[in-house]
């Protein structure tokens, strides 16, 4: 069955510190993989997406991931944390079911907390 | 920038009861999901709705819970006699091309459901 796992429940790092958020994925076919962010209150935002060409993908406020096809990964990462990236983050793949639509399967998320 | 917005944001209710949740997708986007999250858990999918009816939908959708698109802005979603186990966030989503086209989706900022 398809799935995907976020092996990092919850994460505190002190503002300056790197982040790599642990993401991977069990599907043999096509994959499209996002990162989801979702901060106290709000909605699902996209943070960045893969769908085709370089593996290395750069999204919004400096985050990045890179998918290894390989590994079945697909890592958050971030130079520098700050303050405000304290939020929960989703890994998703969005794959397509046997009726020829798409739907999206998500990771269970990870908590991060950033110290000031 | 367009958004999803999805009300109330916080319902409680009684077990036995019905309740509707409502969704305004973006508007010239032509895909629905409603997703819901368990405390602590994964975010899984519940139905996709493609032209007026339901493209896809998952085990958790038993014939307690119906979709409806009543007046082509609405997206709602329905459970007749809500379990003490329907408790959760959820979130409707949206995506601007059909169901065999592979885009991101938009998500709202969810309902929070609480069954006493």
């Known amino acids: 069955a398809q799935s995907v796992s976020q092996h990092n429940h919850h994460v505190i790092l002190s503002e300056a510190a790197s982040l790599e958020l642990g993401c991977n994925y069990s599907y043999g076919g096509t994959v499209n993989l996002f990162w989801y962010v979702q901060y106290p209150g709000q909605h699902l935002q996209l943070l960045l997406k893969y769908f085709s060409g370089d593996p290395l993908v750069k999204g919004i406020k400096g985050f990045e991931a890179e998918f290894i096809k390989s590994k079945f990964s697909f890592n958050l990462r971030k130079p520098s944390v700050q303050w405000s990236d304290t939020a929960e983050y989703f890994c998703?793949?969005?794959?397509?079911?046997?009726?020829?639509?798409?739907?999206?399967?998500f990771g269970t998320g990870t908590r991060l907390k950033v110290l000031a | 920038e367009p958004e999803v917005t999805q009300t109330p944001s916080h319902q409680v209710t009684q077990m036995g009861q019905e309740v509707i949740l409502r969704c305004v997708p973006i508007?010239?986007?032509?895909?629905f999901y409603w997703y819901r999250q368990i405390l602590g858990q994964k975010v899984e999918f519940l139905v996709s709705?493609?032209?007026?009816?339901?493209?896809?939908k998952s085990e958790i959708f038993d014939d307690q819970f119906s979709v409806e698109r009543p007046d082509g802005s609405n997206f709602t979603l329905k459970i007749r006699s809500t379990k003490l186990e329907d408790s959760a966030m959820y979130f409707c989503?949206?995506?601007?091309?059909?169901?065999?086209?592979?885009?991101?989706?938009?998500f709202g900022q969810g309902t929070r459901l609480t069954v006493v």
């Open positions: 508007s010239n986007h032509l895909y």
């Open positions: 989503a949206s995506r601007e091309t059909g169901a065999r086209s592979n885009t991101e989706a938009f």
């Open positions: 709705f493609y032209n007026n009816e339901i493209s896809e």
């Open positions: 998703a793949v969005n794959v397509r079911a046997t009726s020829g639509t798409y739907k999206y399967i």
